[in-house]
T-cell receptor, first 113, second 111 residues
Framework: DTAVSQTPKYLVTQMGNDKSIKCEQNLGHDTMYWYKQDSKKFLKIMFSYNNKELIINETVPNRFSPKSPDKAHLNLHINSLELGDSAVYFC????????????FGPGTRLTVL | GENVEQHPSTLSVQEGDSAVIKCTYSDSASNYFPWYKQELGKRPQLIIDIRSNVGEKKDQRIAVTLNKTAKHFSLHITETQPEDSAVYFCAAQDGNTPLVFGKGTRLSVIA
């Protein structure tokens, strides 16, 4: 009965590779997010989708491309991985955009070698 | 855009004592202020939130206060327990704009 799930939990890869992280929520929420948490624990929003439509796109390199096939899924594809991409990536969802509780997934720890 | 400052970055208290974490925000239009707790290796989870039409909110040992004039809000944890040890994040948001987090406070409760 996991509310927000992500796969994989750990991802270790070489520089220059392309990788994807998947996220699914079974809460019936309309809005989903991707956050990046760096080594200093700073949490920063990357993207937000509402009903499969992109509504927030922060200053993120265009090597990062989110895709939402339906409102229960938001995947993150990263091209040409760089050392600085190493971080924990959290997916989250909320009932709707705006001032609502966000439910986070367990995180994906990405390590680029 | 919104900027959220959080202090202190680390806090150690004896079990049973109180802990206070303070945040300031820059955008006077912000109207939603949640607090998230992140235990080691786990996901952030909402512990309490407050909206701009309220000055204080309490839930058992946790309380949050908001001063809109001064643009600051605080988290108060009373009778701290070892399981309160975690990183705590404040955040601020205005409507549909992104939630902006503070840099976190690592709270250690010493038994």
């Amino acid at each position: 009965d996991t509310a927000v799930s992500q796969t994989p939990k750990y991802l270790v890869t070489q520089m220059g590779n392309d990788k994807s992280i998947k996220c699914e929520q079974n809460l019936g929420h309309d809005t989903m997010y991707w956050y990046k948490q760096d080594s200093k624990k700073f949490l920063k929003i990357m993207f937000s989708y509402n009903n499969k439509e992109l509504i927030i796109n922060e200053t993120v390199p265009n090597r990062f491309s989110p895709k939402s096939p339906d409102k229960a899924h938001l995947n993150l594809h990263i091209n040409s991985l760089e050392l600085g991409d190493s971080a924990v990536y959290f997916c989250a969802s909320s009932r709707r955009p705006g001032t609502n509780e966000q439910f986070f997934g367990p995180g994906t720890r990405l390590t680029v070698l | 855009g919104e900027n959220v400052e959080q202090h202190p970055s680390t806090l150690s208290v004896q079990e049973g004592d109180s802990a206070v974490i303070k945040c300031t925000y820059s955008d006077s239009a912000s109207n939603y202020f949640p607090w998230y707790k992140q235990e080691l290796g786990k996901r952030p989870q909402l512990i309490i939130d407050i909206r701009s039409n309220v000055g204080e909110k309490k839930d058992q040992r946790i309380a949050v206060t908001l001063n809109k004039t001064a643009k600051h809000f605080s988290l108060h944890i009373t009778e701290t327990q070892p399981e309160d040890s975690a990183v705590y994040f404040c955040a601020a948001q205005d409507g549909n704009t992104p939630l902006v987090f503070g840099k976190g406070t690592r709270l250690s409760v010493i038994a």
